[in-house]
T-cell receptor, first 115, second 111 residues
């Protein structure tokens, strides 16, 4: 079963507007959440993260919100730029032991920012 | 900056061949991971390693094995390649925290 879900396979937004990407999870033991951005034929790159003890983290144009009671997080990009067009993956961290954390990824959302 | 290098960007193999995918990281990270990415399925964990010669199965280990003889190198082995193993393979390393650093990926086609 899918523990991390991104229910929107794609999203199209006008340049300058806000992009909101959503992610839901089922396991309340997840202690950290991350967003990765991926361009075609490249590896994912880290974007922003949030600890389960927080409800918001901001980094420039990117903000991640966490609602633990709803087991839901969202990534806000404002203003959106054409260079933001990529696949965005939500990931949840499950501690394995010691200093090892397994990341469980969602299925991804393809964001297209129209000029 | 962390550098994770995957030896091949594109690879074409025949069904039944033994395939080696190599990954090297330059930051002395303890943990290394192999994922595959398929459309509509996201990234799925195949195997990971938290120390030299140590390995753990991920969510989809069937048909794969791994080798970690040196800390900086983590190899994924397809014992007998099949067409359903056509995919983008992503290697990553990790150091004291959940953040993963990914390589550029290897697009493997099995014909």
């Amino acid at each position: 079963d899918q523990q991390v879900k991104q229910n929107s396979p794609s999203l199209s937004v006008q340049e300058g507007r806000i992009s909101i990407l959503n992610c839901d999870y089922t396991n309340s033991m997840f202690d950290y959440f991350l967003w990765y951005k991926k361009y075609p034929a490249e590896g994912p790159t880290f974007l922003i993260s949030i600890s389960s003890i927080k409800d918001k983290n901001e980094d420039g144009r990117f903000t991640v919100f966490l609602n633990k009671s709803a087991k839901h997080l969202s990534l806000h990009i404002v203003p959106s730029q054409p260079g933001d067009s990529a696949v965005y993956f939500c990931a949840a961290s499950a501690p394995y032991g010691g200093a090892t954390n397994k990341l469980i990824f969602g299925t991804g959302t393809l964001l297209a920012v129209q000029p | 900056d962390v550098k994770v290098t995957q030896s091949s960007r594109y690879l074409v193999k025949r069904t039944g061949e033994k395939v080696f995918l190599e990954c090297v990281q330059d930051m002395d990270h303890e943990n290394m991971f192999w994922y595959r990415q398929d459309p509509g399925l996201g990234l799925r964990l195949i195997y990971f390693s938290y120390d030299v010669k140590m390995k753990e199965k991920g969510d989809i280990p069937e048909g794969y094995s791994v080798s970690r003889e040196k800390k900086e190198r983590f190899s994924l082995i397809l014992e007998s390649a099949s067409t359903n193993q056509t995919s983008m393979y992503l290697c990553a390393s990790q150091f004291r925290g959940p953040k993963l650093f990914f390589g550029s990926g290897t697009q493997l086609s099995v014909l």
